[in-house]
């Protein structure tokens, strides 16, 4: 799976959008972009995930550029509930593919 | 619909000792996972079952090992704790695996080994 990377942490304002970028350079044709959060210690949420077109669903917005090299997760109206760790996953298409490469992720803090 | 439950929720071992972590899924889903979380640390996958009766290992097996006798049950054993295994152990089930599947993840199992 391609490698990604994202900033360590953001700020947002209450109710502000929130939108966090992600690199994925190295992204080949048959590889979905993924987007979890980790709230506190909980389970990682699934929120979005897309693999050439822009995706919107209940909680977010996935813009995926062109090339396929980057893409942005959009919060559109941020809550303090928001405050988690974002994590950005490529991953390959193909069945038998089981993992999912959590890396550091993005600390995203909501600002009163 | 409960999604994915893990009992139990935190767990003290001492070395040596052993335990059964189990994780339940009321969705139907052929594929589940364990991963471990370590401090400021990404999910590493532990074991994964692409369905009833079957098993494979994940990127760092050594010292579990897993068992899947019904769909919806998932059950991670420690047969000798380790210090090495304190962490929060992770849940999750697929109804597919690879692209275009997501995973639910249980709310975790904070274990401690002394």
């Known amino acids: 799976d391609a490698k990604t990377t994202q900033p360590p942490s953001m700020d947002c304002a209450e109710g502000r959008a929130a939108n966090l970028p992600c690199n994925h350079s190295?992204?080949?044709?048959?590889?979905?972009v993924y987007w979890y959060r980790q709230i506190h210690s909980q389970g990682p949420q699934y929120i979005i995930h897309g693999l050439k077109n822009n995706e919107t669903n209940e909680m977010a917005s996935l813009i995926i550029t062109e090339d396929r090299k980057s893409s942005t997760l959009i919060l559109p109206h941020a809550t303090l509930r928001d405050t988690a760790v974002y994590y950005c996953?490529?991953?390959?298409?193909?069945?038998?593919?089981?993992?999912?490469?959590f890396g550091t992720g993005t600390r995203l803090t909501i600002i009163p | 619909n409960a999604g994915v439950t893990q009992t139990p929720k935190f767990r003290v071992l001492k070395t040596g000792q052993s335990m059964t972590l189990l994780c339940a899924q009321d969705?139907?889903?052929?594929?589940m996972y364990w991963y471990r979380q370590d401090p400021g640390m990404g999910l590493r996958l532990i074991h994964y079952s692409v369905g009833e009766g079957t098993t494979a290992k994940g990127e760092v097996p050594d010292g579990y090992n897993v068992s899947r006798l019904k769909k919806q049950n998932f059950l991670l054993g420690l047969e000798s704790a380790a210090p090495s295994q304190t962490s929060v152990y992770f849940c999750?089930?697929?109804?597919?695996?690879?692209?275009?599947?997501?995973?639910?993840f249980g709310p975790g199992t904070r274990l401690t080994v002394t």
């Open positions: 996953i490529v991953r390959a298409a193909n069945f038998g593919n089981e993992k999912l490469t």
């Open positions: 969705m139907n889903h052929e594929y």
């Open positions: 999750a089930s697929s109804y597919l695996a690879g692209g275009g599947y997501e995973q639910y």
């Open positions: 190295t992204i080949s044709g048959n590889e979905y």
